[in-house]
Nanobody, 124 residues
Framework: QVHLVESGGGLVQAGGSLRLSCAAS????????CGWFRQAPGKEREFVAA????????VYADSVRGRFTISRGSAKNTVYLQMNSLKPEDTSVYYC?????????????????WGQGTQVTVSS
């Protein structure tokens, strides 16, 4: 079992920045890809960004490409989402996810473990 805990959410003005962190613990966390997803009120959960186990390959949603950066810590059990130039439409609960294969994926069903989420609110 893998346990994921997100942190770093909060309230920020439009144009500002936040960095989300996701810490993984539990069984040996090896060869897991990781991703960030988000869900706004009344909307379905959507893909934001993903990173391969090695950290070499990353994938982004069109809506965040160029503004958000996903990365892994050197020990690979922490994943970050640096969010710059935030917009009110980025307001959502952000979820970290981990999946057993090494390849980054946009598909929610490719992920086996999910965190409880962290709220990001961007004011205009």
């Amino acid at each position: 079992q893998v346990h994921l805990v997100e942190s770093g959410g909060g309230l920020v003005q439009a144009g500002g920045s936040l960095r989300l962190s996701c810490a993984a613990s539990g069984r040996t966390f090896s060869n897991y890809k990781c991703g960030w997803f988000r869900q706004a009120p009344g909307k379905e959960r959507e893909f934001v960004a993903a990173i391969s186990w090695t950290g070499i390959n990353t994938v982004y949603a069109d809506s965040v490409r160029g503004r958000f950066t996903i990365s892994r810590g050197s020990a690979k059990n922490t994943v970050y989402l640096q969010m710059n130039s935030l917009k009110p439409e980025d307001t959502s609960v952000y979820y970290c996810a981990a999946g057993r294969s090494t390849i980054a994926s946009r598909t929610q069903s490719d992920y086996d473990y999910w965190g409880q989420g962290t709220q990001v609110t961007v004011s205009s």
